[in-house]
Structures are given as structure tokens and as C-alpha cells.
């Protein structure tokens, strides 16, 4: 496996530390050596939650566990592993949740249901509980209120780079501070790409508005990024708001004040989602894609996404090949509403093709150019309506096979 | 480009001449050199015919042109060609087929209408149609009814070995032939894998019964392979029955009498369907997947697609890894009812996970052994219901990536 950092690697900021946020990072031992693989959150009390979650029918024991801690809106503490998933484990896998919320919240002094759990790694092996609640009392020793760099080391799995992101926002006059951390699409064989997210607030939020917010923010970001068209089996994102800051209260609605704060949270949310693209397996280019004129957003939306998903369109870029013929297939695979004749595709802002045709004299080198960069942005105006979308991808190499073709010897 | 024949490679049969049926191959040179690229069939009178075309939204000129032809029922010739798919070509692709079709039908004495067109290659680029047509007269002065095997060559692209397969038939106590070729997922740089089929009966059958079984055929052979999710513009199926064979009358509705040509259409369609997948691009394993127990046939069907066109299955695949956990990925991702607690896996005939968990004993030496065979077998149960399917596709390899991602210099 490479250990390579992806050449769309971004640096880690700081990151300041939240009011009523500590975290301590430790070396569990579950399935990695030598390295911090096991976070503790421990949250304020009156720290209100959101989350959201994959979509695969088949989710995780811990998905499973924070759907039903969500419906409480509060959290006092959050344990990520990263080496095993704790996916199709059956009885066990529950009991394994059970026990981590159980020994956590005796540690912690609060209610099982306010422990929200997030594993990733290996698939259809038994978590070992025991190895993972030895190392609790050691985790929560060290809390501190400013280790979200090191967090965001620990839920790495084959990540090639650590993903942190962070703003300020203002309710009222009054500050606050939003931090987050992602890891993404590297991959521990034999097992998927999962995405966990954990984003933390000073701000005092209603769950429900919070809900509102990370819902509506993750819509376009996280749910507009694509690596293989793979859906994890654990893909978590969990926002938490510890209320520690005083400023002018957030009703029960949400509304106007908080205008400001979900600019901010998108921003977080956005930065992070793209560094988890920017760390596709095997990923070599990211990938922009712009689709107008389709008869809605959703159908935009599902027009890009087939763009992204495309094997024959990734494979062409990661060839620096801007193939619009390949595109023209993805836009007519997705099943949408388009009409062959009506199609126009630009990349990198020259437009190739027009009304469903070449553009016989177009400027080739701007093209040319454009392809080989980092970043590829691919425009596709459909030309019916007014429906838009953006998705982002990665170009797909001979990493991803390497990383994925895990030749057992 | 690699030019090594795929490992799953079969060989072309002997394929018999079918009464009614002639054809030839000549070196048009659209974009191939020195080889055959362009094939004419030409039909008896009273030849109906049937077919089935790419779901895709943007199709080509010439999959437009033969539904439009399809409506009359009728064939008296077929013009395919390799290295252009007129696709994506505006107003001079219909020109294209509307020239096509009138200069075949002059040279042979039939309408325009009972003219069918198929090409496949680069998109976007206009056809030459002059140098097409230029090349008609030379097929038509050496048609002859023996010629099969030549066009199963002349129809390829990036095909690593020519597809085709035969079968003999009774109708009542009369014997009829069928012969099929085929054209499957090479590459033509820089386009997209287009799978053409062809195939012609001397029996005797109303095109709306030929349409019935084709369609019924296709449904469960051609529609059932996948090698990598995308979707040609140009995808076609023709069945051409020319009536020469006298047998007893075949019913305007179809029914009994028909029972064993089914069988052998189906057979023919199951074989050249098989044969594309074993030349998918890189492929080095043939994966066949059941799913049994899904909450209907058509549910049970689109999770087998979710799990061949998985990337992180067909990865594991190829690096000989039977990794269930990305089986039971692809089987949430599918969308489809499914309960994780309920899902069984097998691969090779051997079960590793039931009711959710691992086996824990599972005799692991057979599954290590099948997977370093050329042919993979899984078998997924949903527990949910009776609906079952099965579908086939092949292994993600760096063959893939080096054909697909044709590095420009």
C-alpha cells in the first residue's frame, strides 16, 4: 500500500480550541501499532447534537447506535476508533456499542444515550471490546481542550493526510467558533472508504435547529463528493454545540440570527468535504462538476453525480484526455431528461461542444493545458431548464487499483 | 493499447450460412488501416426483423435510425461500421444515416426504411460518409450467404477476439438455424465500449413474436452484463428472421410452437452476451453473481448490478481477495430492501457469512482456491422473499485503467 501523500494534499490549520470541548487521542492497540487510534470527545453539559448518515442499507452497529442517541439531542461524549468498523458483526456488534456507552458514560458521569460511537476499518470482524474499553480510562486522563490536531491524526485510517477545517461566525455581536475534522477515502484493506466527520461549536443552538443546519450544509458538500460511487457501510457526520458562549439566544426556529453561523458552518463543512475528495483513493486530480439548464436541481444533481461515478470519464482525465464524447455518455446514462441535440460541454471554461455538436474551430490549447493541472472543472449545460448542481470527484489511476487489488499472497 | 487476447477468450465456432442471410466485409477505411472495418448484410424479402437499443438518453444517429426503421418491420439489409460511432455529430450524423440507407437500397432494390445502420467508435467526430459510401458497391458485388466469421472480425474495435455462436432449432419437426455475432467492450481511444450484436434465423416469424423474443432474451442475457456501469450511446441488438425454411406456420401470437427456438435464441444471446463480458476491458476473472431471497426478481436484480459494478468489489476480485464485507457494502448501496442481520454470502459455492455475521469456521481453503480461478462465483441471499437474479460482469484491473486512460503525449 502507498504511503504516499496525495499530490492534492492541503496543510492542517490551527485549529482553537472550542469552549466545552475536550478531546484526547490514545493507542488502543485495536488493529494499528504504534499510533493513536482511539479519540474521546467529552462534551459540556447542554451540549445539543445533529448528525447525518450514509444511506447504505446495510449500515454499521455504531450508525445504528447514533440514529437512536440522535432522537435525545444531547451529547456528553463521542468515542471514534479507527481499524474496525464494527460492520455485520451481528449480536456482537451491538453489544459492542452497548458496552463502549455503558463503560463511557460511568467514566463521564452522564447517560449512555448522550455517547455517540464512530468506527471505521475492517468489515465482518468482531470489534475487540475489551482491547477498546482498556483504553477509555487512559483517553479521558488526558482531555484537554486542544488537541484537535491530534484527533484528527488518530481517526485517520489510510488517509495520506490529516483534514481539519475551522471559522469563526457571528450571532449577534458575539463570536463563536466552529472546528471539524474528516477523514475520508483511504482505504484499510480489505475493507472501504469511510467517511467520518466530527464538527464542534461554542454556540448554544436548539438540536432541532442544528439538525436543520448540518442537514441542509451536508446537501452540498458532503453529499456532492464521489470517489468510486461506493457508499460506506459507516459514513457518519455528527456537529455538536456546547452552548458555552454567551450570546443572543437562537429560537426554538432558528431563523435570521443565525444567518451568519450557517455561512460559516457550510465554509467548515465544504473544506472539509473536498479534502476528503482531494484524497481519493489513488487520486491524482480533483474534479469540478458543473451542470446547468437540467429540468431541476435533482436532475442536475443526478446528472453530475454520473459524471463523477463515471469509470470511462475518470479514467480519461486521469489520462489528461478532455474526452467530451465520454461525458456526453455519462449525461445520457444518468437517465435524466436530455436531449442529445441541446448539450453543450466546456472544460476549464472553453466550451468544446455546443448544441450537440463540436465546436469546429474551438481553441484546443487552453484545453490542453487545463488537463494537465491538479484541478479540473467540467461544465455541462444541458439546455432545458434552470436546474443546477456541483459535485466534486477524483480522477481514477492506477493507485486506485493498487490500493484496492490488495494482492494476498 | 495491449493487443494480448483476453485469458477468458473463447473460440469463434464454425457458424453455418443461414438461407436467406448473405454478407461481406471490406476494408472501407473510416478509420482502421489495413483492415476489414465495414460489413453489408443483405436479407431475402419477407426478412422481419426485431431489436433492442441502449437505454442511454443521448444515443447515436444510427440507434435513432433503426428504432425509426423498426416500426415497419421489415429488413432487407444491414450496413455496420467500426472506428466512428456517428455519434454526438448534430445534423450530419441523421444526413449520414438518411445517405446511408438511400445508396444501400438503390444498390440493392429495397426501401430506405428496411435499411439498418450500426456504428461504433469514436463520438463526436463526423462520419465520413463519403468513404462509407464508396466502399458499399465493393460489399455488395462479394455478398455471399458463407461469410460469418468474416464479420464477426470486421465489426470489431479494441475486441480482443472475434464473438459469435449458433444453434439449430425445431418447429414442429422442422429444423431452423440460428447464427449470432457480437462486438463487446474493447476501446476505441478516445471512446467509449459499445456492445453490437447481430444475429439472423432462416425461420419463418412475425416481427412483433421476433420482438417478443428478443426482448424476453435480451432482458436476461444482454441486460445482464455490466463491465464498468457506463452506458453506450450505441448499443444494439438486431434479430433478422428471413423465412426461408419452410415449417409449419408460426401463429401470429407466437406460443408452444416456438417453445424450442426460444430456447436456442436464448441460448445464442446467453453465449454472445457471456463473451462480451470475458473481453471487458483488462479483464482477467469472469464474475457470475446470484442473488436469491430479494424481495422480488427486480429488486434481487438490481442489487446483483450493485455488486458488479462495485468498484471496490471488482478490485478485490481481481487481487484475488474474496472480501465479503464490499459484497455486503454494494448490496446497502443498491437501495434495495435488504436487512444486514438477514444477508448470506457465498463465494464459490461455500458459505463464510450467514444471518448477518461470519461463520466463524468456515473452510477457507476452497474460497482461496476459486478465487485464483478465471471464474468467480458469488452468491448473495437477502433472506427477504423469493426474488431472484443473476447477472455477470468482470475484475477491475490495471488493464483497465491502461486502456481507458490513454495517455496523450
Redesign the interface.
Known amino acids: 500500500m502507498s504511503t504516499q501523500v496525495s499530490p492534492l494534499a492541503l496543510p492542517l490549520p490551527e485549529m482553537p480550541s472550542i469552549a466545552g470541548a475536550e478531546c484526547a487521542s490514545v493507542a488502543a492497540g485495536i488493529r494499528y501499532k504504534k499510533r493513536e487510534d482511539m479519540t474521546v470527545f467529552r462534551f459540556a453539559a447542554g451540549t445539543t447534537v445533529a448528525g447525518v448518515f450514509t ?5 454499521g452497529a455504531p450508525v445504528d447506535w447514533c440514529r437512536a442517541a440522535l432522537k435525545g439531542g444531547k451529547a456528553r461524549a463521542l468515542v471514534v476508533n479507527a481499524g474496525n468498523s464494527n ?6 456488534g451491538r453489544e459492542t456499542c452497548e458496552r463502549t456507552a455503558a463503560e463511557t458514560a460511568q467514566l463521564l458521569g452522564c447517560k449512555p444515550k448522550e455517547v455517540f460511537i464512530a468506527s471505521t476499518g ?4 468482531r470489534l475487540p471490546t475489551d482491547v477498546l474499553l482498556a483504553a477509555l480510562p487512559g483517553a479521558v486522563g488526558k482531555l484537554e481542550a486542544d488537541s484537535w490536531q491530534s484527533a484528527a491524526k488518530a481517526i485517520m485510517t489510510t488517509d495520506t493526510f490529516p483534514k481539519g477545517a475551522t471559522r469563526t461566525a457571528k450571532i449577534g455581536e458575539t463570536v463563536v467558533t466552529i472546528c471539524g475534522i474528516a477523514k475520508g477515502s483511504g482505504m484499510v ?5 469511510t467517511m467520518l466527520s466530527f464538527i464542534a461549536t461554542d454556540a448554544k443552538i436548539p438540536a432541532p435547529v442544528l439538525q436543520k443546519l448540518l442537514s441542509k450544509g451536508s446537501a452540498k458538500t458532503f453529499n456532492c463528493i464521489t470517489v ?6 459507516s459514513d457518519t457526520v455528527l456537529l455538536f454545540a456546547t452552548g458555552q458562549v454567551k450570546h443572543p439566544r437562537v429560537p426554538a426556529e432558528g431563523g435570521a440570527i443565525l444567518k451568519d453561523f450557517a455561512r460559516a458552518l457550510d465554509e467548515v463543512l465544504h473544506e472539509l468535504a473536498l479534502m476528503v475528495a482531494r484524497d481519493g483513493e489513488g487520486a491524482q486530480k480533483l474534479i469540478t462538476i458543473d451542470v446547468t439548464g437540467a429540468v431541476s436541481a435533482k436532475s442536475a444533481h443526478r446528472i453530475a453525480m454520473a459524471i463523477a ?4 470519464v475518470k ?2 482525465i ?4 478532455a ?4 461525458i ?11 436531449d ?2 441541446k ?1 453543450s460541454v466546456a472544460v476549464g471554461g472553453t466550451w468544446m ?1 455546443r ?4 465546436i469546429p474551430d474551438y481553441d484546443e490549447a487552453p484545453v490542453v493545458a487545463h488537463m494537465k493541472g491538479r484541478e479540473v472543472e467540467i461544465t455541462v449545460d444541458i439546455g432545458l431548464g434552470r436546474g443546477k448542481a456541483r459535485v466534486w470527484t477524483c480522477d ?3 493507485g ?2 493498487d490500493i ?5 499472497s
Not at 486521469?318 to 484526455?321: I, K
Not at 484496492?404 to 494476498?408: A, E, I, K, T, V
Request: a negative charge.
Open positions: 444511506l447504505n442499507k446495510c449500515p460492520v455485520f458483526t451481528g449480536r456482537a475492517v468489515i465482518g470482524e484493506a480489505p475493507d472501504m472508504a468510486d460511487s461506493d457508499t460506506s457501510t461515478n463515471s469509470p470511462l479514467t480519461a486521469a489520462g489528461e484526455d474526452n467530451w464524447g465520454r456526453v455518455m455519462a449525461v445520457g446514462k444518468a437517465g435524466e431528461p436530455a442529445r441535440d448539450l461542444a448544441d450537440g455538436g463540436v481514477l489511476t492506477h486506485y487499483i484496492n487489488g490488495s494482492y494476498r
